[in-house]
């Protein structure tokens, strides 16, 4: 089955600099990748979704890339604030089945 | 707000009985999901529905079913439940049948079993 690995450990970064989180899947080779946030005890929020034909997506200080190849998508948030402390989950629907990764948590120190 | 409703927002019962947790999907969309979230499984995909027809399903157990109306509301039974049962059920909904339309996630119900 769909197996799909993001960053095990959780992440910590400074105020304004940029956070990267990185999304693996096996097994499959899906036609899009999706990324949500999630906050504690709430539902996922969506935020991008990226085509197998696009090699990078933007929307304001966010960015995703996706490597078919190494079968892997990177999340990027730039100038990053306290306000996007939240766990980002990657998704992808494989085989009529829909998949999420076990997320990242990120925490923005001020 | 998604525009996803689910209720009840919490509930707690014992082990052996059954429950119904309900979901209306945002405005004019047709698709619902159902997903189970535990601690340590994560997000896990159970069951889709297509303009009340069944259309994916996931590590649904046969415990449990589901079924959407015709005014496409959605509801997820649970029977004869066990302790790990215990999790976060979330219902999504998005306008059409592919992965490819974005899902809109209602705040969740909360199942205790003790």
């Known amino acids: 089955s769909q197996k799909i690995e993001q960053n095990s450990e959780a992440l910590n970064i400074q105020e304004g600099k940029t956070a990267t989180l990185t999304c693996n899947y096996t097994?499959?080779?899906?036609?899009?990748l999706q990324w949500y946030r999630q906050d504690p005890g709430r539902g996922p929020v969506f935020l991008l979704l990226?085509?197998?034909?696009?090699k990078e997506k933007r929307k304001e200080r966010l960015k995703v890339t996706f490597d078919t190849t190494l079968k892997q998508s990177l999340f990027h948030i730039t100038a990053s604030q306290p306000a996007d402390s939240a766990t980002y989950l990657c998704a992808l629907e494989a085989g009529n089945q829909f998949y999420f990764g076990t997320g990242t948590s990120l925490t923005v120190i001020p | 707000d998604s525009g996803v409703t689910q209720t009840p927002k919490h509930l707690i019962t014992a082990t052996g009985q059954r429950v119904t947790l309900r979901c209306s999907p945002r405005s004019g969309d047709l698709s619902v999901y159902w997903y189970q979230q535990s601690l340590d499984q994560g997000l896990q995909f159970l069951i889709q529905y297509y303009n009340g027809e069944e259309r994916a399903k996931g590590n649904i157990l046969e415990r449990f079913s589901a079924q959407q109306f015709p005014d496409l509301h959605s509801e997820l039974n649970l029977s004869s439940l066990e302790l790990g049962d215990s999790a976060l059920y979330f219902c999504a909904s998005s306008v059409g049948l592919a992965g490819t339309y974005e899902q809109y996630f209602g705040p969740g119900t909360r199942l205790t079993v003790t």
């Open positions: 097994n499959y080779s899906p036609a899009y």
């Open positions: 990226i085509r197998e034909n696009e």
